[in-house]
């Protein structure tokens, strides 16, 4: 389906207007009329782009003002505004191979996390045997913070079975957890601590529920600065400072749309009753249904969510996206829907 503008609560297809539970800005910050000034303000002060190296002899300070406060935000003691979430991902990958072989995921970790060595973490529901051996070595272990069709934070107490001998660094993608989870949406970053974890680093994409688009790299002063020194860092252009201009200038207006998206999700936990045909939870914007039906019930009702085929699962992905800007009207219609035809 082909569509002229941004989708917000109302999305207009082939001239009918829907509901629109899909997406991923939690926050419905992308059409937000105050967020959009923000942005121009930032635009007329950083123009549209800035097509330099960081590196160049002219620097320009809204990035370390940026890094600063971003840093701060999620408790980390440094971090790098690139262009994307994806480059994030690979970025830091390419950069760990370059001195560790053994990568292991998580069980249906995002593309943007994955290395094509990389080795599953566990195997027929237990951990891999290469992390319990008393081998000494470096590894890498790479996680989404909230995978894709579950509703809660990912458990890490998986680490307390690896082995002492192994020398863990932790990549988290927070991609969908950024603005949303955890207290004032710092994510599960900060939170993540284990005796075994050497290095620990955060890659996201902010163009979900921070509506920048934009990736960010968190992890430990040494690591952030010896990834400034790559030649694929020097020799690209930065995150658009503008972008970085609008979340400094915007952050009391995400504290404001946090509430509004905690009020529709309590909202939504009063109306439905847990049961096996969707997984939810009051923490956590998005239902998922495993019922591939759900797409065309919602629609004959005129309501739009987002159904496709994800690249690590084997089915269709049918996202229920709750959103700040969805009115106590709309969740009223979706959660009857859900109940009484599901």
């Known amino acids: 389906m082909i569509i002229e ?4 609560r109302i999305i207009t297809v082939e001239g009918k207007k829907h509901l629109y539970f899909g997406g991923t800005s939690y926050l419905g910050i992308a059409t937000n009329n105050e967020f959009q000034n923000i942005l121009i303000t930032s635009l007329k002060k950083w123009g549209t782009a800035y097509g330099s190296s960081r590196n160049s002899n002219i620097k320009l300070s809204i990035y370390n003002q940026f890094e600063q406060l971003f840093s701060q ?53 237990k951990l891999h045997p290469n992390l319990q051996n008393n081998t000494i070595e470096e590894v890498v ?48 970053f900060h939170t993540v601590q284990n005796n075994n974890i050497y290095r620990k680093i ?20 040494k690591f952030i600065e010896a990834l400034k020194k790559e030649a694929n860092f020097i020799a690209a252009s930065g995150a658009n400072p503008a972008y970085l201009e609008t979340y400094i200038q915007a952050q009391n207006l995400y504290k404001t749309q946090r509430l509004k998206l905690k009020s529709n999700l309590d909202f939504i936990n009063k109306k439905l009753s ?39 699962y084997k089915n269709y992905l049918n996202r229920i996206v709750i959103t700040a800007n969805h009115t106590k009207e709309d969740l009223e219609k979706l959660t009857i829907i859900l109940k009484e035809k599901l």
């Open 202 to 221: 955060m890659v996201s994409s902010l163009g979900k529920a921070l509506g920048l688009s934009m990736g960010i790299i968190s992890a430990d002063k």
């Open 73 to 125: 935000h999620i408790n980390s003691e440094a971090s790098l505004a690139i262009s994307s979430g994806m480059l994030a991902g690979k970025f830091t990958l390419d950069f760990l191979s370059k001195t560790i072989k053994l990568f292991f995921h998580y069980p249906k970790a995002h593309p943007a996390i994955l290395t094509p060595n990389s080795l599953p973490l566990f195997v027929d529901g």
């Open 141 to 188: 272990i790479t996680a989404d913070a909230v995978l894709s069709l579950e509703v809660t934070p990912t458990s890490f107490d998986f680490l307390n079975k690896i082995s002492s001998s192994k020398k863990i660094t932790l990549v988290i993608d927070e991609s969908h957890s950024l603005g949303v989870v955890g207290e004032n949406g710092r994510g599960i």
């Open 274 to 312: 847990y049961t096996k045909k969707y997984n939810f939870n009051k923490n956590y914007p998005v239902i998922y249904s495993n019922d591939n039906s759900v797409f065309a019930t919602l629609l004959k009702d005129k309501i739009m969510i987002t159904q496709f085929k994800y690249p690590t």
């Open 5 to 8: 503008s941004f989708p917000d």
